[in-house]
């Protein structure tokens, strides 16, 4: 199975900071790689696929990048509601589809 | 709008069964492929498998493709989970989740979570 390691497991940023959380898969996939938001309490919320592909309705200060192994969702002005965890996942190589363990972003 | 509505969950010992549903409404159930994700207490995601707009094509994770069976009823917009052989480790949130229509691979909705406790 291939191995998403998320980094960092947590932090904490002030209202309108920029935020980068990044994603290292244990091979090449290939830009195939989502990012989810789950908020407190909320089930999942699909932000980003095909690494850069905002999904409908998301808003544009989401962000995803990268290829081969290393990807990265980035936030431009946190705002309060975006406070949760965020969940990549990998779906080159598959079954299964493979989840990295989490980013809890919290407000400073 | 898009719904989906698990339910069976509850407390069920060691070693019995349990069976799933998650009822589908607000869009055409029968033309996307649908998932099971779960996700124990504090813990991150863990995909269970996957099943195909006719049923001719279900995947699963490996290490629960002998407890875990994934089906469906088209006419009656229900996605089913059902589970055997239950273990303490498969104390968890169980998500429906649909795929994207474009992109199978990835859940662009879900269902609010069905609470599975194993204990005795």
């Known amino acids: 199975d291939i191995r998403m390691t998320q980094s960092p497991a947590s932090l904490s940023a002030s209202l309108g900071e920029t935020v980068n959380i990044e994603c290292l898969a244990s091979?090449?996939?290939?830009?195939?790689l989502a990012w989810y938001q789950q908020k407190p309490g909320k089930s999942p919320q699909l932000l980003i696929y095909?690494?850069?592909s905002l999904q409908n309705g998301v808003p544009s200060r989401f962000s995803g990048s990268g290829s081969g192994t290393q990807y990265s969702l980035k936030i431009n002005s946190l705002q309060s509601e975006d406070v949760a965890t965020y969940f990549c996942?990998?779906?080159?190589?598959?079954?299964?589809?493979?989840f990295g363990a989490g980013t809890k972003l919290e407000l400073k | 709008e898009v719904k989906l509505v698990e339910s069976g969950g509850g407390l069920v010992q060691p070693g019995r069964s349990l069976k799933l549903s998650c009822a589908a409404s607000?869009?055409?159930?029968?033309?996307?492929?649908m998932g099971w994700v779960r996700q124990a207490p504090g813990k991150g995601l863990e995909w269970i498998g996957e099943?195909?707009?006719?049923?001719?094509?279900?995947n699963y994770t490996p290490s629960l493709k002998d407890k875990f069976t994934i089906s469906r009823d088209n006419a009656q917009n229900t996605l089913y989970l059902q589970m055997s052989k239950l273990g303490s480790e498969d104390t968890a949130i169980y998500y429906c989740?649909?795929?994207?229509?474009?992109?199978?691979?990835?859940?662009?909705?879900w269902g609010q979570g069905a609470s599975v406790t194993v204990s005795s």
């Open positions: 989740a649909r795929a994207h229509r474009y992109n199978s691979y990835v859940m662009d909705a």
């Open positions: 607000g869009f055409s159930f029968n033309d996307y492929w």
């Open positions: 099943i195909n707009q006719d049923s001719s094509t279900i």
């Open positions: 091979e090449d996939i290939y830009s195939d």
């Open positions: 095909n690494a850069n």
């Open positions: 996942q990998q779906y080159n190589n598959y079954p299964p589809y493979t």
